[in-house]
């Protein structure tokens, strides 16, 4: 049972310890990872894992070996953003993939990009046709933009001479049944507006799962239960005497 409980403990604090050293990396460190991430990451990991199952090792030095390895990208991290050399050292450099519409072979053989490989990402970009592309780079995280020649680009309303005025993204005003009080600020409502609104359709707060309204003060509803139909208030009909 002993090794049971120190097993929880080492799982528990190295679970902890490696929450902590993410969040002060960054959330960049889980989205867009660049090979020197990559690896620390992979290590980070491992010497969590080792923490937590090697009872006989002593836990402090896995401690620092965790910490040596978080310091690594941290300090590189620091020094990329002062430094383009380095920045380029580390997380690399784009590469041109297509240039005024034509494919470039060599940089594909380069970063071992096959033809299918590139029009599959081609196609997640919704371009089918390779003839539409003026210009597409594989960038340093894997992912490839593409810029479309300048007439299958979409229209915009500047195109037409049209300024539409700024709109407000829609807000989550309900989760879980918890009205979200910084949602309705941020479109400019209060309590007594989302009252008004739930009344008018005979709900009450507790039976929403989840409530999204815009600026203009329409609001998409979704309730706990799936075939809930809110009631319907019926008015009363007064005939002629």
């Known amino acids: 049972m002993l090794g049971w409980g120190q097993i929880t403990i ?3 604090g190295a679970l902890i310890m490696l929450f902590v050293l993410t969040r002060i990396l960054g959330k960049k460190q889980i989205s867009q990872l660049t090979f020197f991430e990559y690896i620390t990451g992979i290590v980070i990991g491992d010497l969590a894992g080792f923490l937590s199952t090697d009872v006989e090792a002593d836990y402090m030095h896995g401690v620092i070996a965790m910490i ?22 580390l997380e690399g450099k784009g590469t041109v993939f297509i240039k005024s519409g034509k494919v470039l ?16 990402q081609l196609r997640t970009k919704s371009v089918f046709n390779p003839a539409d592309v003026e210009f597409a780079i594989l960038e340093a995280s894997g992912d490839l933009s593409v810029m479309l020649k300048e007439e299958n680009q979409p229209l915009t309303p500047k195109d037409i001479g049209q300024h539409p005025k700024r709109i407000r993204p829609p807000q989550a005003v309900i989760m ?51 075939n809930f139909k809110p009631p319907v208030k019926r008015r009363k009909w007064r005939g002629r005497n």
Do not use: C, H
């Not at 929403?208 to 309730?223: I, K, P, Q, R, S």
């Open 105 to 120: 072979e060599r940089n594909l053989r380069k970063e071992r990009y096959t033809t299918d490989e590139l029009l599959e």
């Open 68 to 89: 040596v390895w978080f310091s690594i990208p941290l300090l590189a991290e620091l020094l990329a953003m002062k430094s383009k050399v380095v920045r380029n050292l």
């Open 176 to 226: 879980d049944g918890t009205v979200q009080d910084e949602g309705l600020n941020a479109l400019g409502f209060n309590r007594q507006w989302l009252e008004q609104r739930l009344q008018q359709s005979g709900t009450k707060v507790d039976d929403v799962f989840l409530a999204v309204a815009d600026e203009n003060g329409g609001m998409y509803t979704d309730f706990y239960k799936d």
């Open 10 to 12: 080492r799982a528990v």
